[in-house]
C-alpha cells in the first residue's frame, strides 16, 4: 500500500483515496456503467476498484455512468469501450435501458463498426452468461481484475483495428468469453488476494455514506448447497493481516465508518485479532462505527459481537436458512439449535438488543414440518429471551447455475404462496415480524439462473413491454416460451448445461456428488 496517497475533494461530495493523473491528452474514452442508481453504484466495492484500476492509467479517460445519469462528461460519439457490471438477475433491465438511452442497438450484431465494443462481468455473468450472449461483445467470467486490467488496455491498444480482429486478441486472455467465436472451453478468471482491497472513492450520495469498506477475504469454505456467492469464488482466500490493519488506518484518516466485507469474513484466521485492534481504538476513545458483511452462527463469539456492540451496532443478521435441522443438513448449513441459543445468549450478554434471522422457502424437499420447525424455534427464541427482539427475513428457493442444487426445479407458486401467508400468520401470532421475498419475481430470477441462449429475445421483449412483473408473463406467452421448464422442472444428472463450457472449481463432476450426497 502506498505511504503517499493524493486526496482530492471534488464537486460531488467524492474523497478519492488514490493517486489520480490529471489527463489533458487521451485518445481512449470509457464508460464504466452500473445498472442502478449513484447511492447503489459508490456502495459496490467492486465496480469502485475496478474503476480505480483504469482511472489510474494516464492513457485512458473512464468516467462511471449510472442507471440514473442524465448527463455525460464524455460525449457518447467520443466512447471507444463500455463496461457494465451484473451483479443480480433483474440487471438486465437497467443494462437495456442505459443502452437505448444512449442510442446502441441491444443486440451486439446490431451495433455500427463505429459503435463502441461493450463488456460485462460480474456474478451473474460468471454463474451463467448464456441468456446474454447476443448483447455484449465480450464477457469476463470470474475476477475482475486481471481480465478487466488486460482487456481495457488490449482494447486501447488495437483501437484502430476492426473489432473482429479485436475480439479474436481478447479471446486469448484467460477469463474473457467471447461469444461471437463459440468458445469450447472459457478458463473461470481466479485471482490470488496479493493486495486488500478497499473502498477507493468515499462519497456522502453512497448507500452507506462515506463507508469505507474492507475485502478481509474471498470464497466461502462452508459450501452451502444453494449458494452462488461460494460455490464461484471457491477457493476461499484471505488478505494479509498487515494490509488489512493498514487498509483500516487508512480509512480511519478519512472517516469513522468502517464495514468489513466478505462471505465467511469470521473465517479470517487472525479475524478476533483485527476486531481486538479496532475495539482498543474504540475504547482509547476513536469515534469508530463498524459493520460486517455476514456472521455465521457457529462465528458468534464474544470478543467478535463486543466489538461490534461497541461500534455502535445494536442488532445484527444471522443466516439461519431453514428451521429444520434436517434441511440445514440438506444444504451442507450444519447448524443446530443449540448453536442458535448459545448465540443469542452471546448477543445479550454483549448488549445487542436484537437479531434477525435469514431463511430460505422451498428447498427441495421441504414440508409443512419444516416450516412449523421455523415457528417452534421462535416460539422457543421468544419465550426463553424476553425482551430480545427477533425478526425473520425470508426468501424463496432459486436454483442457480454451478451450484449442487441446479438440477432441481422451484415449488410450484401456489405451494410457496400458501406457505408464506401461513409462515407469516403464526409469526405474527406471536408478536414476530417477517418479510417474504415475491414468490412471483423470484420464479423469474429462477428462469433467468438457469437460461440459455434462446432467452435473449424474451429479455428485449420483457423491457419493450415495461419490464414488470406482468411483462415478464405476457412476454413468454406471445413468444412461446416456456419458462417452467427453466424455473421449475427437475434435471437428470446426465443433462448438458448452456454453461458447462465455463471450467471453473471444483467442477460439473464434483457438484454432481454434493448433490447426490447431500440428498440421500
Not at 445498472?35 to 453504484?41: I, L, M, Q, Y
Not at 492513457?59 to 449510472?66: A, H, K, L, P
Not at 439461519?320 to 434436517?326: L, N, P, T, V
Not at 419493450?464 to 406482468?470: D, R
Given at each position: 500500500?502506498?505511504?503517499?496517497?493524493k486526496i482530492?475533494?471534488?464537486?460531488?461530495?467524492?474523497?478519492?483515496?488514490?493517486?489520480?493523473?490529471?489527463?489533458?491528452?487521451f485518445?481512449y474514452?470509457?464508460?464504466?456503467?452500473f445498472?442502478?442508481?449513484?447511492?447503489?453504484?459508490m456502495?459496490?466495492?467492486?465496480?469502485?476498484?475496478?474503476f480505480?484500476?483504469?482511472?489510474?492509467?494516464p492513457?485512458?479517460?473512464?468516467?462511471?455512468?449510472?442507471a440514473?445519469?442524465?448527463?455525460s462528461?464524455?460525449?457518447?460519439?467520443?466512447?471507444?469501450?463500455?463496461?457494465f457490471?451484473?451483479?443480480f438477475?433483474m440487471?438486465?433491465l437497467?443494462i437495456?435501458?442505459?443502452?437505448e438511452?444512449?442510442?446502441?442497438?441491444?443486440?451486439?450484431?446490431?451495433?455500427?463498426e463505429?459503435?463502441?465494443l461493450?463488456?460485462?462481468?460480474?456474478?451473474?455473468?460468471?454463474?451463467?452468461?448464456?441468456?446474454?450472449?447476443?448483447?455484449?461483445?465480450?464477457?469476463?467470467?470470474?475476477?475482475g481484475?486481471?481480465?478487466?486490467?488486460?482487456?481495457?488496455?488490449?482494447?486501447?491498444?488495437?483501437?484502430d483495428k476492426?473489432?473482429?480482429?479485436?475480439?479474436?486478441?481478447?479471446?486469448e486472455?484467460?477469463?474473457?468469453?467471447?461469444?461471437s467465436?463459440n468458445?469450447q472451453k472459457?478458463k473461470k478468471a481466479t485471482k490470488?488476494?496479493t493486495?486488500?482491497?478497499?473502498?477507493?472513492i468515499l462519497?456522502e450520495?453512497?448507500?452507506f455514506?462515506?463507508?469505507?469498506?474492507?475485502?478481509?477475504e474471498?470464497?466461502c469454505a462452508?459450501r452451502?448447497?444453494?449458494?452462488i456467492?461460494?460455490?464461484i469464488?471457491?477457493?476461499?482466500r484471505?488478505?494479509?493481516?498487515?494490509?488489512?490493519?493498514?487498509?483500516?488506518?487508512?480509512?480511519?484518516?478519512?472517516?469513522n465508518?468502517?464495514a468489513?466485507?466478505?462471505?465467511?469474513v469470521?473465517?479470517?484466521?487472525?479475524f478476533k485479532?483485527?476486531?481486538?485492534?479496532?475495539?482498543?481504538?474504540?475504547?482509547?476513545?476513536e469515534?469508530?462505527?463498524?459493520?460486517?458483511?455476514?456472521?455465521r452462527?457457529?462465528?458468534?463469539?464474544?470478543?467478535v459481537v463486543?466489538t461490534?456492540?461497541?461500534?455502535g451496532?445494536?442488532?445484527?443478521t444471522?443466516a439461519?436458512?431453514?428451521?429444520?435441522?434436517?434441511l440445514?443438513?440438506?444444504?451442507?448449513?450444519?447448524?443446530?439449535?443449540?448453536?442458535i441459543?448459545?448465540?443469542?445468549?452471546?448477543?445479550?450478554?454483549?448488549g445487542l438488543?436484537g437479531i434477525?434471522?435469514y431463511g430460505?422457502?422451498?428447498?427441495p424437499?421441504?414440508?409443512?414440518e419444516?416450516?412449523?420447525?421455523?415457528?417452534?424455534?421462535?416460539?422457543?427464541?421468544?419465550r426463553?429471551?424476553?425482551?430480545?427482539d427477533?425478526?425473520?427475513?425470508?426468501s424463496?428457493?432459486?436454483?442457480k447455475?454451478?451450484?449442487?442444487l441446479?438440477?432441481?426445479g422451484r415449488?410450484?407458486?401456489k405451494?410457496?404462496e400458501?406457505?408464506?401467508?401461513y409462515?407469516?400468520k403464526?409469526?405474527h401470532?406471536i408478536?414476530?415480524q417477517?418479510?417474504?421475498?415475491s414468490p412471483?419475481?423470484d420464479?423469474?430470477q429462477?428462469?433467468?439462473?438457469?437460461?440459455d441462449g434462446?432467452?435473449t429475445?424474451?429479455l428485449?421483449?420483457?423491457y419493450?413491454?415495461?419490464?414488470?412483473?406482468?411483462a415478464?408473463?405476457?412476454a413468454?406467452?406471445?413468444?412461446?416460451?416456456n419458462?417452467?421448464?427453466y424455473?421449475?422442472e427437475?434435471?437428470?444428472?446426465?443433462?448438458?448445461?448452456?454453461?458447462?463450457f465455463?471450467?471453473i472449481?471444483?467442477g460439473k463432476?464434483?457438484l454432481?456428488?454434493?448433490?447426490?450426497?447431500?440428498?440421500k
Open positions: 500500500m502506498p505511504k503517499n496517497r482530492t475533494l471534488n464537486n460531488t461530495n467524492e474523497i478519492f483515496l488514490y493517486d489520480r493523473t490529471i489527463k489533458k491528452d485518445d474514452n470509457m464508460w464504466f456503467a445498472p442502478g442508481p449513484e447511492s447503489f453504484a456502495a459496490s466495492l467492486g465496480y469502485l476498484w475496478l480505480r484500476a483504469i482511472d489510474m492509467l492513457d485512458i479517460d473512464i468516467e462511471r455512468i449510472y440514473d445519469t442524465k448527463t462528461r464524455i460525449y457518447r460519439e467520443n466512447i471507444n469501450l463500455i463496461g457490471s451484473f451483479s438477475d440487471d438486465f437497467s437495456f435501458q442505459i443502452l438511452n444512449n442510442k446502441l442497438a441491444l443486440k451486439a450484431k446490431d451495433r455500427k463505429s459503435d463502441p461493450i463488456f460485462v462481468g460480474g456474478p451473474v455473468i460468471t454463474s451463467n452468461p448464456e441468456p446474454y450472449k447476443e448483447i455484449f461483445d465480450f464477457m469476463i467470467i470470474g475476477d481484475e486481471e481480465p478487466n486490467f488486460q482487456a481495457i488496455q488490449l482494447c486501447k491498444e488495437n483501437k476492426p473489432k473482429s480482429e479485436i475480439l479474436k486478441l481478447l479471446s486472455i484467460e477469463g474473457v468469453y467471447v461469444p467465436l468458445p472459457v490470488k488476494l493486495e486488500c482491497i478497499y473502498t477507493p462519497s450520495n453512497s448507500f455514506p462515506n463507508t469505507f469498506i474492507i475485502e478481509v474471498r470464497g462452508n452451502c448447497a444453494f449458494c456467492a461460494s460455490y469464488n471457491l477457493p476461499i484471505f488478505v494479509g493481516y498487515q494490509q488489512i490493519i493498514d487498509a483500516i488506518d487508512l480509512g480511519l484518516k478519512h472517516t465508518k468502517l468489513l466485507l466478505g462471505a465467511q469470521t473465517a479470517h484466521p487472525r485479532e483485527i476486531c481486538k485492534y479496532i475495539d482498543n481504538k474504540i475504547k482509547q476513545g469515534n469508530i462505527e463498524m459493520s460486517v458483511s455476514s456472521l452462527v457457529d462465528s458468534f463469539t464474544p470478543e463486543q461490534l456492540v461497541d461500534a451496532q445494536k442488532n445484527l444471522l439461519i436458512e431453514a428451521g429444520s435441522e434436517r440445514r443438513k440438506l444444504i451442507n448449513k450444519n447448524l443446530n439449535e443449540e448453536q441459543y448459545k448465540a443469542i445468549e452471546v448477543a445479550k450478554s454483549c438488543k434477525k434471522f430460505m422457502l422451498g428447498i424437499t421441504e414440508t409443512m419444516d416450516i412449523d420447525e421455523i415457528i417452534k424455534l421462535a416460539k422457543n427464541i421468544k426463553n429471551y424476553k425482551g430480545f427477533i425478526s425473520f427475513g425470508f424463496t428457493f432459486v436454483p447455475a454451478n451450484t449442487p441446479q438440477w432441481f415449488e410450484d407458486g405451494s410457496l400458501k406457505k408464506s401467508n409462515l407469516k403464526e409469526l401470532k408478536g414476530v417477517s418479510s417474504i421475498s412471483k419475481w420464479y423469474y429462477a428462469v433467468l439462473s438457469r437460461g434462446n432467452l429475445d424474451y428485449i421483449e420483457i419493450n413491454q415495461g419490464g414488470k412483473i406482468g415478464f408473463k405476457k413468454a406467452k406471445d413468444l412461446k416460451i419458462t417452467d421448464y424455473a421449475i427437475n434435471y437428470d444428472y446426465k443433462k448438458t448445461f448452456p454453461w458447462d465455463i471450467e472449481r471444483p463432476e464434483f454432481i456428488s454434493e448433490s447426490q450426497r447431500l440428498l
